[in-house]
């Protein structure tokens, strides 16, 4: 069937192109709140992205990602504050910083699996959560850290200030969009597969030849600098870096969303993460307690779309979304 | 000499029980070596020492003369020792392609390549095909190999030492649990891929008929010793393995 599986190729593209080129549009006609509320889907987005890489194609479950997303926020809002506004600087300093303690966490972490290693996670998690919360003198503990600004590019040629919210939307917008080529890149790429062959069959995959704790331990730095980027890009939007950031809570809502747009996708995350970040606005400011909503939604796609939205959309058109 | 395998006095104890002891053999390259025994002789506790999956408690293995006692396994996956295992071990979310493209990955070193598609690798894609062919799989490339029947199971489990470029493969109990047309099937693919392919092979079973078919020489295991050694007719008369295997004749 190659003339069908190019037909849908050639749909999937032109699909992604009106798709990129809407969200492009999208400030022209969306109201401020619109704004900031896309933005929050791409960085959800990415924090899901960052948890699917080690859970969909390693096969680790962490429950420990948000220590990445706040090691991620609290390096921008310190570079801002002590250093200098310069994004480059402070982003690449965030990129650096997730991926030094996702490489420590990483290292000790990927030695066990399964449970074991969602436990340890948890713990480490925990670990990184305490010292921001008790390391008043470095990260303001409870206070953490307010009044973030959204730094200036620095082109060389001409310098753009991050500071409108247009403007930060379109930043983000760039980041989350090479993000997702390059993760798209990484999983399709025979180190993806060797990820995917330590997921299905560890013993068998080290009994062919591969390291498998060298490929975790990179797929868990990759995936800690995804996190990392994500929170970077949090701080800004919401202009304030606090602890509650790493806490355990945190970690479940890249899980969450992850699940309900399907794990066993490349989409699921996006648009599981879109579903979730709306879902929660529109809820909360209906009826409040958003929680006991999300549970019932959770037992619906438990019950009936267990492998998420995505999920059921390959399943029913067979074409791998 | 044209040796491929030593072990020298392998000991291996799980608390009081002696899996096994001071097993010392020596397979030729293109030899088929068949181990066999009774349950619990000791015959996966020494592919497991021999693999890496085990430490030895005492004894060396050296393979083309080089020690690789207690190297991890994918170390000595990686000098083309590669086993498969009793009960079926594939990757099953990955097409038989893909379970085959895997193992060439790591095969051609370029698990690093975190940027190309892996599926754009040609010598890879070929390589995957040709084996895909020989174990008869070629037209399930695309069926996920966790949903092939039972006997195509067992030919891609065969076909991943195969595309490792494996010297030498140790297969345990290959011809386990399948119909007679299956072993069938399965013997003369393990002939054809040691003829084909110059492979030496050491695999243990229980199907006599399998043991004389294929193999070259015969070791016998029993209580972790190696109670016998050489042609399968000499072995086959030996008193003291039809003693382990019939047990002492009492009423004489």
């Known amino acids: 069937m190659p003339c069908r599986s190019s037909q849908i190729n050639l749909s999937v593209t032109i699909l992604l192109a009106a798709g990129v080129m809407f969200l492009f549009a999208l400030p022209a006609f969306l109201s401020r709140f619109y704004i900031y509320l896309f933005s929050g889907i791409f960085i959800m987005t990415l924090f899901a992205y960052g948890f699917h890489l080690l859970f969909t194609y390693a096969g680790y479950i962490s429950f420990g990602h948000a220590a990445f997303y706040a090691v991620g926020a609290y390096t921008v809002a310190l570079m801002y504050k002590h250093v200098s506004d310069s994004v480059w600087l402070a982003f690449l300093m965030a990129l650096a910083t997730s991926a030094f303690i996702g490489a420590i966490i990483g290292a000790l972490s990927v030695r066990l699996n399964k449970i074991y290693f969602a436990f340890l996670t948890l713990g480490f998690g925990q670990l990184v959560y305490t010292v921001i919360f008790r390391w008043r003198s470095f990260t303001g503990g409870d206070d953490g850290i307010p009044g973030v600004m959204r730094g200036t590019l620095d082109f060389g040629f001409f310098q753009l200030s991050l500071k409108p919210l247009v403007n930060y939307y379109y930043f983000t917008l760039v980041i989350f969009l090479l993000c997702i080529f390059v993760l798209w890149r990484i999983v399709n790429s025979p180190f993806g597969y060797t990820l995917m062959s330590i997921r299905d069959n560890q013993e068998r995959s080290s009994f062919t030849g591969v390291n498998v704790l060298k490929y975790a331990w990179l797929a868990f730095v990759i995936s800690s600098m995804v996190t990392g980027l994500a929170g970077a890009l949090m701080v800004s939007l919401c202009g304030m870096a606090y602890p509650e950031l790493s806490f355990w809570s945190s970690s479940a809502d890249p899980i969450l969303a992850t699940l309900i747009g399907g794990a066993f996708t490349f989409s699921g995350p996006f648009v599981g993460s879109a579903c979730y970040v709306l879902m929660k606005s529109y809820l909360m400011s209906t009826i409040g307690n958003w929680a006991i909503a999300l549970g019932l939604i959770l037992l619906v796609l438990v019950l009936f779309f267990r492998s998420g939205i995505m999920g059921f959309f390959s399943q029913r058109f067979k074409v791998m979304l | 000499m044209n040796e491929i395998l030593r072990t020298e006095g392998l000991v291996k104890s799980f608390g009081n029980l002696q899996a096994v002891n001071n097993v010392s053999i020596s397979v030729s390259k293109g030899e088929v070596r068949a181990i066999i025994g009774p349950n619990g002789a000791g015959k996966t506790t020494l592919f497991n020492l021999i693999t890496g999956k085990l430490k030895v408690d005492k004894g060396k293995t050296f393979f083309k003369g080089r020690d690789i006692t207690n190297l991890p396994p994918h170390q000595i996956a990686s000098l083309n020792v590669v086993r498969s295992f009793q009960i079926i071990s594939l990757f099953p979310k990955l097409t ?8 060439l990955i790591t095969r051609k070193k370029r698990n690093l ?58 297969l345990d109990e290959p011809t386990a649990g399948m119909s007679p047309e299956e072993t069938q099937a399965i013997t003369s693919l393990i002939s054809r891929v040691c003829h084909q392919e110059k492979v030496t092979i050491i695999f243990t079973e229980h199907d006599m008929r399998v043991v004389f078919a294929i193999a070259d020489n015969l070791t016998v295991l029993h209580q972790g010793k190696v109670i016998a050694d050489g042609k399968p007719e000499e072995v086959r008369d030996n008193e003291k393995v039809i003693e382990a295997y019939l047990g002492k004749e009492l009423y004489v």
């Open chain 2, 96 to 103: 038989c392609f893909e379970n085959l493209m895997c193992v």
């Open chain 2, 113 to 170: 390549s975190i940027f190309s598609r892996a599926k754009g690798h040609a010598d890879i894609k070929a390589e995957v095909f040709r084996v895909l062919e020989m174990v008869g799989l070629a037209d399930k490339a695309s069926v996920p190999a966790g949903m092939l029947a039972h006997g195509d199971k067992k030919n891609l489990d065969i076909a991943i030492p195969l595309a490792c470029n494996a010297e030498l493969m140790l």
